[in-house]
Structures are given as C-alpha cells and as structure tokens.
C-alpha cells in the first residue's frame, strides 16, 4: 500500500545538498493530533440588570427616571439632568416622601424599590446668633457633596429660639465665609469655637417650598423593569469605587450603628448614617481596640477621632454583640 493508503501524510522539503525530496524519496510523517474537543457548553450569561430609580423634584414636577450612578454625587448629577437643573441646586434627597423628614434622608444605601425625592434651594436668609451656652443645640450632616446642613435642633436651646432656623436649612456661609465643601465635622467645630456672648450671623438656605402636594407619589411604581427585587436589597453608594447591591443590614448592625450614629452627635455634633455603617463594617469583626483602630483609620484617616470616642464606639459595639442594649 502507498503511503496515502496507509493515511500518512507526506511532506517535501529542502534535503542537506540544495536539493528536495521526490514523493518516492519521501518519508511517512505521524498524523497530528486532532484538535481538542470544545468544552462543554456553561449555562448562558445574563447581562446584569440596569438599576433604575424614580424620582421627582420634592416642591412638585414630573417623574423622572435614573441610572447609571455610583455615588451621591453622581446620583444628583443624574437627578439634575432629568429635571435641566444645575446639580448644585440640589440641597438633600429623602426616600419615599417629599417631607423635610431627617428620619427618610438619604445616605449611604438606597432601597431597590426607594422613590428619590431631590429637595432644591429656596429661600436664603441671615440669622444673628450670639452664644448663650457652650452648645448651639444644633446637630450637622450634610449631603456627601459639598453641602451642610442641619438635622435636628434641640429643644429649648439658643438656636431652637430662633424660630427662623430651620430643620433641613443648608448652611452656606459664617460671618460671610463660604462653607461650601467642609464636611459637617469640620461645620460642627467651626460653630463650636465660636465664642459666648460674641454675635455672628448664619447666612442659611431653606429647601424649596411645595405650593401643591395633592396627588405626590410616594412609592415608586410596580414595575420590575431594572429592578433586582427581593425586597432585602439596597445600592450601597460609595465615594471610592462602584456602588454595589447588598443586603439590608442584620439586627446586630442597625442596633450598632444607630448607637455609633448617637455617639457622633454626642461627640463631634454630626448625625451621618453612612459614616456610622461605615464604622461598625470597620469594627465588627475585630478581636480587639487596637485591630479597630488600625481598621478605622486606614478607611476613614482623615477624621482623626479621638481615642475616648474609639472607644465607647467600641464598647457600643461589643454591648450590641453580647446583647447588651
């Protein structure tokens, strides 16, 4: 039999003297390997569904819809195209209704299935206010993008008697210096060293007032559209990174970081969601002060927290931990 009968290939080529091999002359070569067999087929991959959230000017517009957005900043910047609004008229947003509600603000997390309301500018006014006590009885947060504002003011204290201050009142400016960009720590302290019995004046802006709120939505509407929907989900927005879905928090974590949230306005004046989720993700799985404290600082450097609060917010933790509320 030939070698092409055999199923061998042939191959010519140059020989040592310049001269090529005849099919005669030829040497059978092995049959290369077939070609490996394509893996098996996998599961198909489903592109991840596009988050989108509903949202409307508080004071009253049309629903707007968003995506696309991975923190406050972007999310406002989303909000403000939809409504052909600068970003910067954007004081705060609450979810699931158009109220000045400190308990509905939103921070860190967004339910899945959350209405966003965008609270704007409105009125702008000066207030004269001179220390009568070492407190304002103000607590400070603000809106992760530039803007302070406050959140609660304590009964019976100098600025709960001026009753032009406002819950939810954006604090742009003291004795005329713009604090547009500090964050509501440093707010909180500036108003804290001013002197007793000295006069210095607040140049605040009110959210923008509803002339009609008849018939405003409040939840988004039923659709699954965009929607991962289990009804435990939220997008935790980031200011470092992409934002991600997760699941609600546990017992153990909302007990804990509504107790460290308490120990900011105790310590530092400021009321921050976020800040105090961010604290308990630092400290919850840490076996000792010195382990949370190098986890803190090493996200959250640049608040410089004093030792004392580390550890009460420690203890408060650990208390939540051991059941001890």
């Excluded at 304002?136 to 809106?143: F, R």
């Excluded at 607040?202 to 009804?231: C, W």
């Amino acid at each position: 039999d030939s070698p092409q009968q055999q199923g061998l290939y042939l191959s010519w080529g140059p020989m040592q003297n310049g001269e090529t091999m005849s099919p005669q002359d030829s040497e059978p070569t092995a049959p290369p390997l077939p070609p490996p067999s394509p893996p098996p087929p996998g599961p198909p991959e489903y592109p991840r569904p596009r988050l989108i959230f509903h949202t409307q000017l508080a004071h009253g517009s049309p629903t707007g819809r968003i995506h696309g957005f991975t923190n406050v900043k972007e999310l406002y910047g989303k909000i403000a195209e939809v409504f052909n609004i600068s970003p910067s008229e954007i004081l705060f947003c609450t979810l699931n209704s158009h109220k000045v509600d400190m308990q509905k603000l939103l921070g860190g997390q967004i339910g899945l299935e959350d209405f966003i309301f965008a609270h704007v500018r409105g009125e702008t006014k000066e207030v004269e206010v001179t220390k009568t006590e070492d407190a304002l009885g103000l607590t400070i947060t603000d809106n992760g993008a530039g803007y302070a504002f406050i959140k609660r003011i304590k009964e019976g204290s100098t600025i709960d008697r001026l009753k032009t201050v406002c819950v939810g009142d954006h604090i742009e400016a003291i004795n005329d210096q713009s604090i547009v960009g500090c964050r509501h720590y440093e707010v909180a302290k500036m108003l804290k060293e001013q002197p007793r019995g000295i006069p210095f004046t607040l140049r605040l802006v009110g959210p923008k007032k509803a002339f009609d709120m008849i018939g405003m939505r409040t939840r988004a509407p039923k659709s699954n559209e965009g929607k991962m929907v289990n009804g435990r989900e939220t997008l935790r927005l980031r200011s470092k990174g992409a934002a991600t879905v997760q699941e609600v928090q546990n017992e153990f974590e909302e007990q804990a970081t509504k107790k460290v949230d308490d120990l900011l306005e105790s310590y530092m004046g400021i009321r921050d969601l976020d800040l105090a989720t961010t604290i308990v993700e630092a400290g919850k799985d840490k076996k000792n002060p010195d382990d949370f404290a190098e986890a803190l600082d090493s996200v959250l450097g640049d608040f410089a927290f004093p030792d004392v609060f580390l550890f009460d917010v420690w203890g408060a933790i650990g208390d939540v931990k051991n059941g001890r509320t």
